[in-house]
T-cell receptor, first 110, second 114 residues
C-alpha cells in the first residue's frame, strides 16, 4: 500500500532563513504528489502539486522518483508561512483517493 | 457562503446518541468526500461519492453511514459511536474524481464522543 512520511512533526526557523519540509513516499507506480497547507483557523487548502511545476508563495517542490521524495522548499521563510503542512499522494489509478502524511507544523520566528 | 460548508462546527454526543454531520458545496462539483483527522494521525479518507454514487468505502465501521442525496449535499449519520471516534471530520469536494481534480476542503466538524 502507498504511504506518505513526513519525518518532522515540528519545524522552527527564523524569518529569512531557508526552509525545507521533508516528504517521502512509498509507491511503486507513478504518483501525483501534493502539498496542502492549513493556516491557523483556516481550512485545509492546496498549496501546490508536482505536475504544475509552479512556485506558490515562494514555495517549490520537486518530485525525485529516485529518492521517492517530494520536499517542499522556500529560500527565505516569512512569518506568515507559519502553518501546518501536509504532503499527499494520489495513485495514478486511484482517481480520487488521496493519502496524506501526518503533517509538519512550521513555525517561522521573527 | 461560497465553497464548502460544514455543520455543525462542533458536536458533543454520547455513545448512545444518533447525530448527523452535514456538508454542502457551492462549487458545482460532482465528487464529495469524507475524511477523518484524529490526533497524531494522518488524514484518512472515509468515503467518496461521485455523481451521488458511493465509489469508495475505506473499510469504515457501519456506525458511520454516509448519504449523498444530490451532488451538492453530503451527510454522515452517526450512531453508537465510541470515544475513539472523537476526531475532526472534514468534507471535501472536487469537480470530478480524476487524477487532476483538486479537492476543496470544508472547515470540519470537531466531534467529541463522551
Amino acid at each position: 500500500a502507498q504511504r506518505v512520511t513526513q519525518p518532522e512533526k515540528l519545524l522552527s526557523v527564523f524569518k529569512g532563513a531557508p526552509v525545507e519540509l521533508k516528504c517521502n513516499y512509498s509507491y511503486s507506480g507513478s504518483p501525483e504528489l501534493f502539498w496542502y497547507v492549513q493556516y491557523s483557523r483556516q481550512r485545509l487548502q492546496l498549496l501546490l502539486r508536482h505536475i504544475s511545476r509552479e512556485s506558490i508563495k515562494g514555495f517549490t517542490a520537486d518530485l525525485n522518483k529516485g529518492e521517492t521524495s517530494f520536499h517542499l522548499k522556500k529560500p527565505f521563510a516569512q512569518e506568515e508561512d507559519s502553518a501546518m503542512y501536509y504532503c499527499a499522494l494520489r495513485e495514478e489509478t486511484s482517481g480520487s483517493r488521496l493519502t496524506f502524511g501526518e503533517g509538519t507544523q512550521l513555525t517561522v520566528n521573527p | 457562503e461560497t465553497g464548502v460548508t460544514q455543520t455543525p462546527r462542533h458536536l458533543v454526543m454520547g455513545m448512545t446518541n444518533k447525530k448527523s454531520l452535514k456538508c454542502e458545496q457551492h462549487l458545482g462539483h460532482n465528487a464529495m468526500y469524507w475524511y477523518k483527522q484524529s490526533a497524531k494521525k494522518p488524514l484518512e479518507l472515509m468515503f467518496v461519492y461521485n455523481f451521488k454514487e458511493q465509489t469508495e468505502n475505506n473499510s469504515v465501521p457501519s456506525r458511520f453511514s454516509p448519504e449523498c442525496p444530490n451532488s451538492s449535499h453530503l451527510f454522515l449519520h452517526l450512531h453508537t459511536l465510541q470515544p475513539e471516534d472523537s476526531a475532526l471530520y472534514l468534507c471535501a469536494s472536487s469537480q470530478g474524481s480524476t487524477l487532476r481534480d483538486e479537492q476543496y476542503f470544508g472547515p470540519g466538524t470537531r466531534l467529541t464522543v463522551t
